[in-house]
C-alpha cells in the first residue's frame, strides 16, 4: 500500500497522553496523526476509568446522602430508590459526550484521526489494521507509542475475570444490579473507589488487601489510617495483612480463599461478585515492537530515558505504557512535553509535582513526600496539622471529616508535601501543587489571603502550624 503521511509525527493510541500530545503536536504545526483502535477517543480514563467511576461516584454519593444523610439538614424526603440503570445511563451519557468532544478537538486543531490497530513495520512506517476493515500504512518522522495500560490478571492466573461475577473495574462499572455481598481484592485506589460506589448504594462490601494499610502507593500512613476508620464508618469492611488466594464460582456464588500476609491462617469468604482489582500493567499487544528495536524491561514498560526516548531514536513513549505513576494528569503532561522535545528540543515534566486524588467521600489528595519517605531519607521536617472540625465552612456544611497536613523543610521551611483527607481534597490539592511548583514555603501559603469562609482556609491553617501556630486550632 502507499502510505499516507508522511506525518512529522504520529502518536499511537488515543488515551489521555496520546490525544493531549496529538493535538499539542497540531497545534505547534507539526502534520499529525493518532491512531487508536477502541472506536473512540479518550483511551482507559474517559472510556473505562477516570470518567465513568466519577459519574458513578458522584451520583452514588448523592443517592447516599440523600437517603442517609438529607433530614438533619432540614429536608424531609420519602421514597428515595434506586434506579441503577438511570444511574449507568447518566455514566454512559458523560462518557458519551466527553469522547465525543475530543474528536471535535482533533478535527479543529486537524489532527488526522485513524481508526484502526498499529503495529510497527519499521521505525518509520506503520500498518494500521483499519476498524472498517482492510488496511493501511502511515509513514512517519517522529512517532509517541502511548498505548496505556490493561488490567492486570489475578497471578498464576488463579482467579478467572468473566465482567460479570468476578469484575475487573470495567465490570464494576457496568453491574446491573446491586450485590448483596461484594468482595473487593486490593484496597488500593481502584478498590476502594469502586468499593465506595457499591457500598453507597447498598451492598455489603469487603476489601481485602494484601498491605498494612490501604490507600496503594505514595499515601502518607497518618492519612491512610484516618482514611480506613473513615471508610469503615461508612460501612465497608476490612482485612488487612491478608492475600486472596483464589476465587471460584459456586452455586451462584464466589467462594473466595485467603491467607494471613504471614502464612499461618486461612479463611473463607463469600460473595455474589468479586472486583478484582490488584493493579494495571504496560500494554503493547501487537505493536510488534521487535520490528522497530524498541525494548521493554522486566516489568512489560517500554524502557525510555529522560527525554522519552525510547531506545530508538525518532520513537518516544509516555503514559500508562512506561514508567511512572499510572495517571491521567501524569501521561497528559509527558504528552505535551515529549511534543515539545520534537518541536524545540526541550520539554518538562517534574515528576515531584503530580498529584494523586482518591475520589472516595471524603476525598484524599497529595502531593510530594510522605513522611515515611522524609524520616527514610534522614529529612529533617516540620508537620503542620489543621482538622476540618475546626473549618467554619466545613463545619457548616456538616461536611467536616479530615485534615490537611503540611510537611515542610526544617531549615528552609521549603514545603516539601501536602497531604490531605477531607471535603473537596482533590481540588484544593492543586494549590499544595502549585506552591510546590513555585517553591513556596509554607510561611508563603500562611501570609496569603484565603477567602472566608472557605475550605481552603484549612488549607492556609495547616500552613500555618507548620511554621508557627494556627488561628483556630
Ligand atoms: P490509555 O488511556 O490506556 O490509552 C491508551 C489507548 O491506546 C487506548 O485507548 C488503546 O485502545 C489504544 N491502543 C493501544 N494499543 C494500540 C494500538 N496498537 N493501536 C492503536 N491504538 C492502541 N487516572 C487519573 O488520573 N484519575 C482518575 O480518576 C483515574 N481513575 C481511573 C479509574 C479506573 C477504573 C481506571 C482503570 C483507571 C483510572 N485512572 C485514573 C488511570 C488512567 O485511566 C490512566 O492513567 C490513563 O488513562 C493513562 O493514559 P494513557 O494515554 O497512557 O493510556
Ligand atoms: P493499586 O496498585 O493501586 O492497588 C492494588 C492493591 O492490591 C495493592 O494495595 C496491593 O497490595 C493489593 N493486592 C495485590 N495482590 C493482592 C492479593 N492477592 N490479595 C490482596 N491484595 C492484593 O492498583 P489498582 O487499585 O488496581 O489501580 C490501578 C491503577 O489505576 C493505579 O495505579 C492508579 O494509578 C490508577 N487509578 C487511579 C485513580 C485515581 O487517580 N483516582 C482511580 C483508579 C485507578
Known sequence: ??????????????????????????????????????????????????????????????????????????????????????????????????????????????????????????????????????????????????????????????????????????GALELQEVPKKMVVIGGGIIGLEMGSVWSRLGAEVTVVEFLGAIGGAGIDEEVAKQFQKTLAKQGLKFKLNTKVLSADKQDGKVIIKTQSAKGDKEETLDADVVLVAVGRRPYTEGLNLDAAGIEKDNKGRIVIDDQFNTSVKNIKCIGDVTFGPMLAHKAEEEGIAAVEYIHSGHGHVNYNGIPSVVYTHPEVAWVGKTEQELKAAGVKYNVGKFPFAANSRAKTNLDSEGFVKFLSEAETDKILGVHIIGPNAGEMISEGVLAMEYGASSEDIARTTHAHPTLSEAFKEAAMAAYGKPIHF
Open 1 to 170: 500500500a502507499t502510505p499516507s503521511g508522511p506525518y512529522d509525527a504520529v502518536i499511537i493510541g488515543g488515551g489521555p497522553g496520546g490525544y493531549v500530545a496529538a493535538i499539542k503536536a497540531a497545534q505547534l504545526g507539526l502534520k499529525t496523526a493518532c491512531i487508536e483502535k477502541r472506536g473512540s477517543l479518550g483511551g482507559t480514563c474517559l472510556n473505562v476509568g477516570c470518567i465513568p467511576s466519577k459519574a458513578m461516584l458522584n451520583n452514588s454519593h448523592i443517592y447516599h446522602q440523600t437517603k442517609h444523610d438529607i433530614q438533619k439538614r432540614g429536608i424531609d424526603v420519602s421514597g428515595v430508590s434506586l434506579n441503577l440503570p438511570q444511574m449507568l445511563k447518566a455514566k454512559d451519557q458523560s462518557v458519551t459526550g466527553l469522547t465525543k468532544g475530543i474528536e471535535t478537538l482533533f478535527k479543529q486543531n486537524k489532527v488526522d484521526y485513524i481508526k484502526g490497530a498499529a503495529s510497527f513495520i519499521s521505525p518509520t512506517r506503520i500498518s494500521v489494521q483499519l476498524l472498517e476493515g482492510g488496511e493501511t500504512e502511515v509513514e512517519a518522522k517522529n512517532v509517541i507509542i502511548a498505548t496505556g495500560s490493561e488490567v492486570a490478571p489475578f497471578p498464576g492466573g488463579a482467579i478467572e475475570i468473566d465482567e460479570q461475577q468476578i469484575v475487573s473495574s470495567t
